[in-house]
T-cell receptor, first 113, second 113 residues
Framework: GEDVEQSLFLSVREGDSSVINCTYTDSSSTYLYWYKQEPGAGLQLLTYIFSNMDMKQDQRLTVLLNKKDKHLSLRIADTQTGDSAIYFCAEREGYSSASKIIFGSGTRLSIRP | ETGVTQTPRHLVMGMTNKKSLKCEQHLGHNAMYWYKQSAKKPLELMFVYSLEERVENNSVPSRFSPECPNSSHLFLHLHTLQPEDSALYLC????????????FGEGSRLTVL
């Protein structure tokens, strides 16, 4: 079946940039997403990118997509303590309203002072 | 009102109980989803409803029974669960024409004794 993989942990110093990486196997992905989950909460959409784009920037967030290598990354500039959370990469198969969205296991981002 | 509301937020039940989880979305979306989130595992897609019809049943045991009476409401009926069913159950909704991203509720934390 389709698979989405992420490293489990990332630790960065406050003020530095964080880069969270993700790889996926589905060659028919239409959209790719980044979600953030804080303790005790549901998943919050951060940003998404259409599969025919290679970059999207939204304030401190930059998403890079390498479709050939099936690699997606999320860069958070000037990382703050409030960015501590689990970050999930996800990909959608197809365009219908019921298309499957497959999630990675999540990367836990911790911030060092 | 928040976009996707789940009740109850916490539920403790015995293995012989029958209970239900409820999800309501106020976003006008046409698809709704149940996901299961267990510790150290990726989010597992359980069910997808599109226009109130079930279009995905991801090999979920029959002790979980979904119901979608209209496009705004989704239920997960629980019966004779096992302790390994303890998890965070997340409801989400989406509308494909808007990028197809999922909007999640805060989740229902289920503990089966």
């Amino acid at each position: 079946g389709e698979d989405v993989e992420q490293s489990l942990f990332l630790s960065v110093r406050e003020g530095d940039s964080s880069v969270i990486n993700c790889t996926y196997t589905d060659s028919s992905s239409t959209y790719l997403y980044w979600y953030k989950q804080e303790p005790g909460a549901g998943l919050q959409l951060l940003t998404y990118i259409f599969s025919n784009m290679d970059m999207k920037q939204d304030q401190r967030l930059t998403v890079l997509l390498n479709k050939k290598d099936k690699h997606l990354s999320l860069r958070i500039a000037d990382t703050q303590t409030g960015d501590s959370a689990i970050y999930f990469c996800a990909e959608r198969e197809g365009y219908s309203s019921a298309s499957k969205i497959i999630f990675g296991s999540g990367t836990r981002l911790s911030i060092r002072p | 009102e928040t976009g996707v509301t789940q009740t109850p937020r916490h539920l403790v039940m015995g293995m012989t109980n029958k209970k239900s989880l409820k999800c309501e979305q106020h976003l006008g979306h046409n698809a709704m989803y149940w996901y299961k989130q267990s510790a150290k595992k990726p989010l597992e897609l359980m069910f997808v409803y599109s226009l109130e019809e079930r279009v995905e049943n991801n090999s979920v045991p029959s002790r979980f029974s979904p119901e979608c009476p209209n496009s705004s409401h989704l239920f997960l009926h629980l019966h004779t669960l096992q302790p390994e069913d303890s998890a965070l159950y997340l409801c989400a909704s989406s509308q494909a024409s808007q990028g197809g991203e999922l909007f999640f509720g805060e989740g229902s934390r289920l503990t089966v004794l």
